[in-house]
């Protein structure tokens, strides 16, 4: 009794900062994750803040053609997602959570700080010329390297935090706690929502300064407010949980696949019960016969079980359990691929979504509205649409289904139809912004004469997509992955960020040298009010619509994880 009660006061798989068992009262908790959802309200504010108006710098200041500017703005977030792999096998393998967060903070802190040194010099950026002007003297080749190294060093700082910043903040609360358990959802539910807060300001406040103020002021603003979010994060320390790690998982699907290549030849026992487990009771994960050619990885063979040894050697012979965290993480790559082409999608909104944007009447009054701005409209699809979801739609679907929401499936199928009209839409209003563009002498003048705000729809389905997909995924990947393979399964997630980017690049690079194979400007010209960006858009629609048919089959096809583990032999 008096065990039970001790065991009560602390968290069964967390230490505090001294290495001792995590006191409940003491560590953990909202305070510590409030602390940790600062250092990402400053990521999304310094890598938006960037991205969104790079692209007009690029062209506007290093006078870079349009593909090429979308090409390096693509490149630099496929980049960013890209390196969450890195920060998370550095996690969970070396430096853990908090270490891995810490130093890849400061990491991002020095890119934007160099970021905002480079654009305050001259001497790194072209001499200025006017839009019309047909001989404007593209940036070199040092002030191009030097710009790269600014924003992959960021990107560097990005991929390092994003892999760890979630996982470190639901390890504030223990699963096994009913009300922690609540709060750690509550924690789930509202870190999207502050993700999207950091870029409604970066694409806001931060947008405008850059062209109204100055580029470096801007960008220094971020590196400031990136230094303050790591001491106030500093802050916690002793307040922080911090879980053991279990080593990476990445070498444990390595030796899953060794163990079951090295025993193909041998065949499966007829009773289940004699493969190899040595995992306790509690932790195991029951068998299940999709893959089975990795239970062969389990098998015992002679001289796997020598006596007077640690254990068998983990190349070799591997347990149930062990295996079937590998089956798991292959039953979500066909989810995990047929959402990267909604990220090829999203990339257009930071890319030529902006370069539409910034050839049409942006003016307000006597105001006019920063190109990067429109993206405003994006971020508040995204809030309107998760306060829909959460105060009309689940109550709704709750008193219909009996359950509290959209599952984590239909919400990426909502997401991924979203996106495909929003292509659609965004296509037929390029026609009309392209039809009155040929009206009028675009030659010989900055801007079309037509509104801003016909981008509006396109934003708004994009981002309302966003917001369905982006959670979706989120909690699929977390949920429907093994406990000790979360941090990869968050890094799994967001390589479809990043590889949705690069597919946009490749996208954006073959439509630009087929299209201009016979002599003209092709559908991606210098000049988009030249090119058929409309068609470009349609394609994209088309991939969109077919990568949909492709993920309904295969969402209709997975099997879901059991959160209740059975016994072992159990099929």
């Given at each position: 009794?008096?065990?039970d009660?001790?065991?009560?006061?602390?968290?069964?798989?967390?230490?505090d900062?001294?290495?001792?068992?995590a006191?409940?009262?003491k560590?953990?908790?909202?305070?510590?994750?409030?602390?940790?959802?600062?250092?990402e309200?400053?990521e999304?504010?310094?890598t938006?803040?960037?991205?969104?108006?790079?692209?007009?710098?690029?062209?506007?200041?290093?006078?870079?053609p349009?593909?090429?500017?979308?090409?390096?703005v693509?490149?630099f977030?496929?980049?960013c997602?890209?390196?969450?792999?890195l920060?998370?096998?550095?996690?969970?393998?070396?430096?853990?959570r908090?270490?891995?967060?810490?130093?890849?903070?400061v990491v991002?802190?020095?890119?934007?700080?160099?970021?905002?040194?480079?654009?305050?010099?001259?001497?790194?950026?072209?001499?200025?010329c006017?839009?019309?002007?047909?001989?404007c003297?593209?940036?070199?080749?040092?002030?191009?390297?030097i710009?790269?190294?600014?924003?992959y060093?960021?990107?560097l700082?990005?991929?390092?935090l994003?892999?760890?910043?979630?996982?470190f903040?639901?390890?504030?609360?223990d699963?096994?706690?009913?009300?922690?358990?609540?709060?750690?959802?509550?924690?789930?539910?509202r870190?999207?929502?502050?993700?999207?807060?950091?870029?409604?300001?970066?694409?806001?406040?931060?947008?405008?300064?850059?062209?109204?103020?100055?580029?470096?002021?801007?960008?220094?603003?971020?590196?400031i407010?990136?230094?303050?979010?790591?001491?106030?994060?500093l802050?916690?320390?002793?307040?922080?949980?911090?879980?053991?790690?279990?080593?990476?998982?990445?070498?444990h699907?390595?030796?899953?696949?060794a163990?079951a290549?090295?025993?193909?030849?041998?065949?499966?026992?007829?009773?289940i019960?004699?493969?190899?487990?040595?995992?306790?009771?509690?932790?195991?994960i029951?068998h299940?016969?999709?893959?089975n050619?990795?239970?062969?990885?389990?098998?015992?063979?002679e001289?796997?079980?020598k006596?007077n040894?640690?254990?068998?050697?983990?190349?070799?012979?591997?347990?149930?359990?062990?295996?079937?965290?590998?089956k798991?993480?292959?039953r979500?790559?066909?989810?995990?691929?047929t959402?990267?082409?909604?990220?090829?999608?999203?990339?257009?909104?930071?890319?030529?979504?902006v370069?539409?944007?910034?050839?049409m009447?942006?003016?307000?009054?006597?105001?006019?509205?920063?190109?990067?701005?429109?993206?405003?409209?994006?971020?508040?699809?995204?809030l309107?649409?998760?306060?829909v979801y959460?105060?009309i739609?689940?109550?709704?679907?709750?008193?219909?289904?009996?359950?509290?929401?959209?599952s984590s499936?239909q919400?990426i199928?909502i997401?991924?139809?979203?996106?495909t009209?929003?292509?659609?839409?965004?296509?037929?209003?390029?026609?009309?912004?392209l039809?009155?563009a040929?009206?009028?002498?675009t030659?010989?003048?900055?801007h079309?004469p037509?509104?801003?705000?016909l981008?509006i729809?396109?934003?708004?389905?994009?981002?309302?997509?966003?917001?369905?997909?982006?959670?979706?995924?989120?909690?699929?990947?977390?949920?429907?992955?093994?406990?000790?393979?979360?941090?990869?399964?968050?890094?799994?997630?967001?390589?479809?960020?990043?590889?949705g980017?690069?597919?946009?690049?490749?996208l954006?690079?073959?439509?630009?040298?087929?299209?201009?194979?016979?002599?003209?400007?092709?559908?991606?010209?210098?000049?988009?009010?030249h090119?058929?960006?409309?068609?470009?858009y349609?394609?994209?629609?088309?991939?969109?619509?077919?990568?949909?048919?492709i993920?309904?089959i295969?969402?209709?096809?997975?099997k879901?994880?059991?959160?209740?583990?059975?016994?072992?032999?159990?099929?």
């Amino acid at each position: 009794m008096e065990q039970d009660e001790k065991m009560s006061l602390t968290v069964g798989d967390a230490v505090d900062y001294n290495g001792l068992p995590a006191e409940r009262s003491k560590t953990g908790g909202w305070v510590p994750a409030a602390l940790i959802l600062g250092i990402e309200i400053c990521e999304r504010l310094s890598t938006m803040g960037i991205a969104v108006n790079l692209v007009t710098y690029l062209g506007g200041v290093m006078h870079l053609p349009s593909s090429t500017s979308a090409n390096i703005v693509t490149d630099f977030m496929g980049t960013c997602f890209l390196l969450c792999l890195l920060g998370g096998f550095l996690a969970d393998s070396f430096l853990g959570r908090y270490k891995t967060i810490a130093i890849f903070a400061v990491v991002q802190t020095l890119g934007t700080g160099m970021l905002a040194t480079i654009t305050a010099l001259p001497e790194l950026r072209p001499p200025p010329c006017h839009a019309r002007d047909t001989n404007c003297k593209e940036a070199n080749g040092f002030q191009i390297a030097i710009l790269y190294l600014a924003l992959y060093l960021i990107a560097l700082g990005t991929g390092g935090l994003k892999s760890s910043v979630s996982g470190f903040g639901t390890d504030q609360f223990d699963e096994k706690d009913e009300k922690e358990k609540a709060q750690m959802a509550y924690f789930f539910n509202r870190f999207f929502f502050f993700i999207s807060i950091g870029t409604l300001t970066a694409v806001t406040v931060l947008v405008y300064i850059q062209d109204e103020v100055g580029r470096s002021l801007a960008y220094g603003i971020c590196s400031i407010s990136m230094f303050m979010a790591i001491l106030i994060f500093l802050s916690g320390t002793k307040k922080y949980r911090y879980k053991k790690s279990s080593g990476s998982p990445i070498v444990h699907i390595f030796q899953v696949i060794a163990a079951a290549i090295r025993k193909r030849n041998m065949s499966l026992p007829y009773n289940i019960d004699m493969l190899y487990e040595d995992t306790p009771d509690d932790s195991r994960i029951r068998h299940t016969d999709q893959f089975n050619f990795l239970d062969k990885a389990a098998i015992v063979g002679e001289g796997d079980l020598k006596e007077n040894t640690k254990g068998p050697n983990p190349w070799k012979l591997r347990s149930v359990t062990r295996v079937e965290e590998v089956k798991m993480m292959g039953r979500l790559l066909p989810i995990w691929a047929t959402t990267i082409i909604f990220w090829t999608t999203y990339a257009q909104m930071i890319t030529f979504s902006v370069e539409q944007a910034s050839t049409m009447n942006r003016r307000i009054g006597n105001f006019q509205i920063p190109a990067g701005s429109l993206t405003v409209f994006f971020v508040a699809a995204i809030l309107i649409t998760l306060a829909v979801y959460d105060r009309i739609i689940m109550p709704v679907w709750n008193k219909w289904k009996g359950k509290t929401g959209f599952s984590s499936l239909q919400k990426i199928a909502i997401g991924l139809v979203l996106s495909t009209l929003g292509m659609a839409v965004a296509a037929l209003v390029e026609m009309k912004r392209l039809s009155v563009a040929k009206s009028v002498n675009t030659t010989t003048a900055d801007h079309v004469p037509i509104s801003v705000f016909l981008l509006i729809p396109q934003f708004f389905l994009v981002g309302s997509g966003e917001a369905f997909i982006y959670t979706g995924q989120l909690d699929f990947f977390i949920t429907q992955s093994p406990k000790g393979m979360k941090t990869m399964s968050t890094g799994l997630f967001l390589t479809t960020l990043s590889l949705g980017f690069f597919v946009s690049s490749f996208l954006v690079s073959v439509v630009k040298k087929v299209t201009t194979s016979n002599g003209g400007q092709g559908w991606l010209a210098d000049n988009i009010n030249h090119g058929r960006l409309d068609c470009f858009y349609g394609l994209l629609a088309v991939l969109g619509f077919l990568n949909l048919i492709i993920y309904l089959i295969c969402a209709a096809c997975y099997k879901p994880h059991k959160p209740k583990p059975l016994q072992p032999g159990i099929v």
